[in-house]
């Protein structure tokens, strides 16, 4: 679901859903992203967040400090709520702005995170230049889409299926796009030490900035 211009009552719906049914799915992606890159502390950007799911789940597991970035003001608000909820007041913050364009100095982090938001990603090729420039040279970027590991996904299909039977034919409207339109932009950008998966996992970006 696209976030900007949600009602009210639609963001705190998805902020619900989030909360609950789809947690275990932040849980999982928040264990991956710490296997797979190593950095649990320094300074961690969850571009896209939402109301800061996958940041709050990696902070839950790691040392790391968070900013939050969105460009919906309904969803940062959650986020801001959903920081304090979980004690983490001292340790994230949010931004509001746009990864095309990414509010923050050079080099200034350590760990970029985005899970869902990159398939809505415009001008895609400017987006991975942007999150290359705002990492540390050794910082690392992990960003994709998907609903965890199979038995973790058929879980949230069924819950889901109750909640919104809607649901499942609302997935099959949402942007997708080959392995090609990623490797393209990612060249483009300059970036030509990559990974790009796509399994039972979802679908996943992971680089290194040299």
């Not at 900007?4 to 799915?25: F, H, T």
């Not at 003001?73 to 959650?78: D, K, P, Y």
């Not at 959903?82 to 982090?109: F, H, K, Y």
């Not at 997935?171 to 997708?176: M, N, V």
């Amino acid at each position: 679901m696209k976030r900007e211009g949600m009602k009210a009552s639609e963001v705190s719906r998805y902020n619900r859903v989030a909360l609950d049914i789809n947690a275990p799915v932040y849980a999982y992606y928040a264990a991956r992203i710490l296997e797979k890159t190593g950095i649990s502390s320094g300074s961690c950007l969850d571009v896209g967040c939402g109301g800061g799911y996958l940041g709050l789940a990696l902070a839950r597991i790691t040392d790391l400090d968070f900013v939050l970035l969105d460009m919906s003001s309904e969803m940062l608000r959650c986020a801001d709520e959903n920081i304090a909820a979980s004690g983490l007041t001292g340790r994230a913050e949010t931004l509001l702005g746009q990864v095309q364009s990414i509010p923050l100095a050079d080099a200034s982090v350590d760990l970029v995170i985005s899970r869902g938001s990159v398939p809505f990603w415009d001008e895609l090729a400017t987006a991975f230049q942007e999150i290359n420039r705002v990492l540390k040279p050794g910082g690392s970027a992990y960003v994709g889409g998907g609903l965890g590991d199979p038995k973790t996904r058929e879980a949230i299909r069924k819950r889901m299926e109750k909640e919104d039977p809607e649901w499942q034919e609302n997935r099959r409207t949402l942007p997708r796009h080959d392995n090609r339109h990623y490797s393209d932009a990612l060249e483009a950008a300059g970036i030509s030490s990559f990974t790009l998966t796509r399994n039972d996992e979802g679908m996943w970006i992971v680089f290194r900035k040299e």
